[in-house]
């Protein structure tokens, strides 16, 4: 809201709204506090700026939201219920687990149609990389392609070793990110941050799936049973994040689970 009303501001300079979120401590501002300072909001912009005026709000991070408490949601549903199509929102995430609801109502993010962001081609991919840091940063050709090539063309994590990389330059008072840069932070990334969340996804995993997925890391004619294609399917983390994809009863791995089977699995099991 505090955000909202700075735009606001930010445009009509001297104006001066009357809200409870200026009078009232961030920790006791409530859901009904938050809709009469919309309806304030909305007054104001439908009088200055647009009768049919509407807020659209950005959210990154969406999958967070799963771990609110039950009365957070309900107050989200209550929002996007009393103010639907006049209150939008772009949210952004990875997954939102949609069949795991077990509130009595429905889930508030029923109210929006959801889109997979496919893998990007190469063209796209490359620039993705160059195109924010256009006239400040360049990369190396074999950083380029070997960006996209790892992540299978998946945005977030181009973006993930993008700002790595960056910032990697940016500490070493450098402008150009080197094919070395790219593989240093990718390595660190499968045995740092990823490696906490594939290892709890594999941990998840019965010990004869984890076998034979052992297996097809190292022979990709392995065939996978009936059993374990109806288990991985059933995955919630696999479902979401893709990195371990079924075709014709065999497995296809993202390039960054593959990587991190081998470093921690591959002698172990692959046999």
């Known amino acids: 809201m505090q955000h909202l009303v700075n735009k606001v501001q930010s445009v009509w300079e001297n104006t001066k709204l009357d809200l409870i979120l200026l009078e009232k401590e961030r920790h006791e501002y409530d859901d009904l506090d938050f809709e009469e300072d919309v309806d304030a909001v909305l007054g104001f912009l439908k009088k200055h700026y647009n009768p049919q005026v509407s807020i659209i709000m950005c959210l990154d991070e969406i999958d967070a939201t799963e771990g609110f408490s039950p009365d957070i949601h309900q107050s989200l549903r209550n929002v996007f219920q009393t103010y639907q199509g006049t209150i939008r929102m772009v949210a952004a995430g990875v ?141 919630a983390y696999n479902h979401s994040h893709r990195v371990i994809q079924l075709q014709n009863g065999k497995l296809v791995f993202s390039r960054l689970f593959q990587d991190w089977l081998k470093i921690n699995y591959g002698k172990k099991e692959g046999t």
């Open 95 to 235: 997954s939102i687990k949609r069949g795991e609801w077990h509130l009595p109502t429905s889930p508030w993010y029923n109210f929006f149609e959801f889109r997979d962001i496919s893998a990007l081609d190469r063209f796209n991919a490359e620039r993705l990389i160059t195109e924010p840091v256009r006239g400040f940063y360049t990369y190396g050709v074999g950083a380029i392609d070997f960006i996209p090539y790892k992540t299978n063309g998946k945005p977030f994590y181009i973006q993930m070793i993008c700002k790595k990389a960056i910032n990697r330059v940016l500490d070493e008072k450098r402008r150009k990110v080197t094919l070395a840069d790219v593989k240093i932070i990718y390595d660190r990334l499968i045995r740092s941050e990823l490696n906490r969340e594939f290892e709890s996804f594999w941990e998840n995993l019965s010990i004869e799936l984890q076998k034979t997925i052992a297996r097809a890391c190292e022979d990709k004619e392995t065939l996978v049973p009936k059993e374990y294609e109806q288990e991985l399917r059933g995955n």
